[in-house]
């Protein structure tokens, strides 16, 4: 082999070792931005991330994403009490042997809390089948069915003595005119427990909505819980209240 043809090779070999390098700097790069991008969603920016949903579809693939890291990101990251909170008041409410529907019950945070106060008969109803799957793996729901809170709900009217929702009526998830089939499902003189941010009641429709229900005798308020912190370490800031009614018709 000549002198020239050394060289070439030689300008080959050097090639093929320039892009060995690029090609591990991209590799390298692409690895940076997804662990950025998991570091991001694994906490506040996650929770950004699922409100921004444009529709109903686009929120259930967003939890279905979410659902098997969910119950640690809202412990770890906001120390969410809404569940417990919610369920001790509807337990001041009902026999533990009531029929109970979790509407909106995600990865069943609500159910589990439900389940240590001593309730049995608990249905799940959530848009994401991901969020379910979690919440069947709990083992305190003998039913689970994906619904949209908000559509028609495919239950008869009367069916349940008690609703719960926590969490669930808020921005870009379930809003005021959702009321109407969680009474529908109710029996009458059943109980409908629900918690919503105080700004949110007051800037949403909620407050008109559920003002009107009772105006109509549709319902009639229990309790009204005082003002707390249901995110106390991600979003101290933010303040729930939980809304007991009683079914009339």
Do not use: C
């Not at 089948?129 to 069915?145: C, I, P, Q, T, W």
Request: charge should be negative; proline fraction near 3%.
């Amino acid at each position: 082999m000549n002198g020239k043809w050394l060289k070439v090779l030689g300008r080959l070999v050097g090639m093929k070792n320039v892009l060995a390098v690029v090609v591990i700097n991209i590799k390298n790069a692409m690895v940076q931005v997804i662990g950025e991008f998991l570091m991001d969603t694994n906490n506040e920016d996650r929770v950004k991330w699922v409100y921004s949903s444009k529709n109903n579809s686009e929120l259930s693939e967003r939890y279905d994403e979410w659902a098997k890291d969910y119950d640690n990101d809202l412990s770890e990251f906001f120390g969410w009490i809404a569940p417990q909170t919610a369920a001790g008041y509807l337990a001041k409410h009902l026999d533990t042997q009531s029929e109970v529907l979790d509407a909106g019950a995600g990865t069943g945070l609500v159910g589990h809390a439900l389940s240590e106060l001593g309730f049995k008969n608990l249905t799940a109803m959530d848009l994401s089948m991901g969020m379910l799957k979690e919440a069947e793996s709990k083992n305190v729901y003998k039913k689970l069915d994906q619904m949209v809170l908000g559509e028609f709900l495919d239950y008869p009217a009367g069916y349940f003595d008690a609703v719960i929702s926590v969490g669930v009526m808020t921005n870009g998830h379930a809003g005021p005119g959702s009321f109407d089939e969680l009474v529908r499902v109710t029996k009458p003189q059943g109980v409908i427990v629900f918690t919503l941010k105080t700004d949110v009641y007051l800037e949403n429709g909620f407050k008109q909505k559920m003002e009107q229900l009772e105006s109509d005798k549709v319902w009639e308020i229990l309790e009204v819980s005082d003002e707390f912190h249901p995110l106390p370490i991600g979003e101290p800031e933010v303040l729930h209240k939980v809304w007991i009614y009683k079914v009339l018709k």
